[in-house]
């Protein structure tokens, strides 16, 4: 049978475990966390949901069993991801930066650095590990993070930089980040490792100035503000963070001049969870809004149920969410035949279902009528971390769109590659070639 949407046993047991994980652990903590005024509290109020996370292997479990991982793929990960973004997409949002962190080491690390920085990953004893990925910055210039391939020189594109100082066998790190979560760590003295994108040749453009290196916990030089306050995804940590002499071993470097190249795939590789995170969140919504319409009245002489336009609104709703987690499940089966990589389908699933299913939320609402803005119920949480999806991981418009259009661009691409999961080209042009 070459197409089966069934899960294998292992995989239903992983969905038990995840469902359970999430309504038992996770769910008694996040309304507050949520409504913490301060975003650093609330993100050490799911602390001990995360140790819970970390023992059961859902904080570093996709990463290769050779490096202590737990070897997951990345159909396991939609698994796991749908079941506890349900409950709460900022808490999986911290698990999947671990994996934005550490995969790009995996993908583009030497051999001795992968066994000296990944098990350790999986192996503290407390269950605290955190890994920061580190690229994001505040818009301006020099700063910004849409344009960090653009082929101009500092101060376009991204704006830390890392000066090689060969004496003393060191690269120097100045310059800000704002964004990168779990970066600042449990007590804003910084994550285990963040995975830092620099530039380590400010005079030349995005596509060769670019390179990855591994800030330990402890390095001085590196100060961590209070986490940004957002609207949604409350109880993951946005940092604001400041390299001032920063200095590191030269040997913490990998992919240098290819710094692009561990932004495209890490945000190519967490496209599809992207994209399941939407439909967990909007099948919480969709069941929330299908009870109500089932059990109340609004005054009329039945269930609102009753009423054609409200089923229908439901109908729609639940189509989406079918068609997206297909789509989600189908690029994380096509990442996985592609050794991760899918650089057009990763994105399309992550834009599509992003932007599909915050239409659907809302949807959710207008169905429930006025009291879903009574923060009584779920709903206006559910349409706060919504907005979240198209705009994070790589915002669609300025990062994931481009990524799509420039693998259709390039002379090479086939179109029918994607419905037959073979892989599509992608080069490290900007813009792409005509
Ligand atoms: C919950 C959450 C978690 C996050 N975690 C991390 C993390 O772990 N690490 C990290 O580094 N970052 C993280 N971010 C930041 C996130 O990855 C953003 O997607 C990233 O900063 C890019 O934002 P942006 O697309 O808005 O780019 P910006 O550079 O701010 O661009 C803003 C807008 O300008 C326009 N634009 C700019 N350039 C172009 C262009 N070339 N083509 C078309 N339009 C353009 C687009 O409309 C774009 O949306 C996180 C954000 C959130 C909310």
Sequence with gaps: ????????????????????????????VVRAADEDPDPQSAFVRVKGAYVEAYKLGFATGFIPKRYGGGGASNLDLQVISEEICAVDPGFATVLLVNGLALMPL???GSEEQKRKWLPPASADPRGEYLAGWTVSEAAGAPGGTANFDSPAPYPAGVSL?????????????????YWPCNSGGWDLEGANVNVCIVRTAPEQGGASGLSAILVPR???GVSYAQPISKIGHRV?????????NCRVPEENAFAVGHGDLCINRAFTWSGPVAAIAAVGVAR???????DWAKTHTAGGDGPIMRHQAVG?????VAMR??????????????QDLNDSEGHAIGAMAKVFCGETLFDAVFKTMRIMGVNALDRRHPLERYLREAAVFPLYDAGNLGMQMRKIWQVMANPDFDPRALMESRLTPFEKVWPPRP
Aim: proline share 2%; net charge negative; hydrophobic share 45%.
């Design 284 to 290: 919480s919504a969709y069941e929330y809004a299908l």
């Design 218 to 220: 402890g390095t001085a």
């Design 106 to 108: 995996v993908w583009f």
């Design 321 to 334: 969410i079918e068609a997206c987690r297909a789509f989600s499940w189908k690029a994380a089966h096509y």
């Design 236 to 244: 993951c940590q946005n940092n604001h963070i400041r390299f001032e």
């Design 1 to 28: 049978m070459p197409i089966d949407f069934t899960l294998t046993a292992a995989q239903l047991r992983l969905r038990a475990v995840a469902r359970e994980f999430a309504n038992d652990i996770l769910a008694p």
């Design 161 to 177: 930089t890392a000066t090689h100082d060969a004496r003393n066998g060191e690269y120097v790190l100045n310059g800000e980040k």
């Design 312 to 316: 229908y609104a439901l109908a729609d």
